[in-house]
Structure formats: structure tokens, C-alpha cells
């Protein structure tokens, strides 16, 4: 399986949602400092299951949700996407007849999460 493309919103300075496609061959991210390309890394090390918020440059795991700029209020959860392309390798059964395959987490304010695989 490869990753295809990645959508991330409400995750630390991703408030709108983002969504980053990554074609055959080589795909880096980079811009300027302050633009969010390690955020990127932590939404990807997030969504496949991290635990540790520290891992994620946090000192708590609430600390992955927008909290909010000048412009703009918080927002209530996180929520990232990862999508694979199904090459058919090592996946379980029930997900051999997919094309593309959704791993899905989202955080909530209040501590509930929820972990989705294609909805």
C-alpha cells in the first residue's frame, strides 16, 4: 500500500481543511519556518495511531485540536485522514475489494475520539 493523499483540519495550525496528494515518485514538503511542515509529519504520526502526545510536540493529547489566533476562535475536534491505494498486499479480507483505503482519527474537546477505517 502507498499513501495517496492526506486531509487534515482542525489539527494544530491546520484550522480549514487541507488536503495534500502524494503522486509516484519522490514528494517532499517545504516552505518557510512557521508554515507547518512538521505539523504535517505529527497529523501523519497521529492519524496511523500515536499515543504520546509528546511524540507529537504536545504536553497533552487535547493539544493536537486548533486553539485558536487573532482571526479566529478554536475549533471544538481534530480530525486527519489518511487514504491508501490498495494494491492488494497484506490487507485483510474485507478490505480487498477497495480501491483506496480510509484511516480516519478525530479528537474531540471534551476527550472522546473516534477512529474510523473508510467511515
Known amino acids: 500500500m502507498k499513501i495517496a493523499r492526506l486531509e487534515i483540519q482542525g489539527f494544530k495550525s491546520f484550522a480549514d481543511k487541507?488536503?495534500?496528494?502524494?503522486?509516484?515518485?519522490?514528494?517532499?514538503?517545504?516552505?518557510?519556518?512557521g508554515c507547518g511542515k512538521s505539523n504535517v509529519?505529527?497529523?501523519?504520526?497521529?492519524?496511523?495511531?500515536?499515543?504520546?502526545?509528546?511524540?507529537?510536540r504536545g504536553s497533552k493529547m487535547s493539544d493536537v485540536i486548533f486553539s485558536g489566533?487573532?482571526?479566529?476562535g478554536p475549533m471544538g475536534m481534530a480530525e486527519v485522514s489518511v487514504f491508501f491505494e490498495n494494491d492488494g498486499k497484506g490487507v485483510p479480507a474485507e478490505y480487498a475489494q477497495y480501491a483506496e483505503i480510509?484511516?480516519?482519527r478525530r479528537l474531540y474537546r471534551d476527550g472522546d475520539s473516534d477512529y474510523e477505517i473508510n467511515r
Not at 18 to 33: D, E, H, Q
Open 69 to 72: 489566533s487573532a482571526a479566529r
Open 41 to 56: 509529519v505529527d497529523a501523519l504520526r497521529w492519524v496511523m495511531g500515536e499515543q504520546s502526545a509528546k511524540t507529537i
Open 18 to 33: 487541507v488536503s495534500l496528494r502524494f503522486g509516484s515518485g519522490v514528494t517532499g514538503v517545504v516552505g518557510p519556518n
Open 102 to 104: 480510509q484511516v480516519t
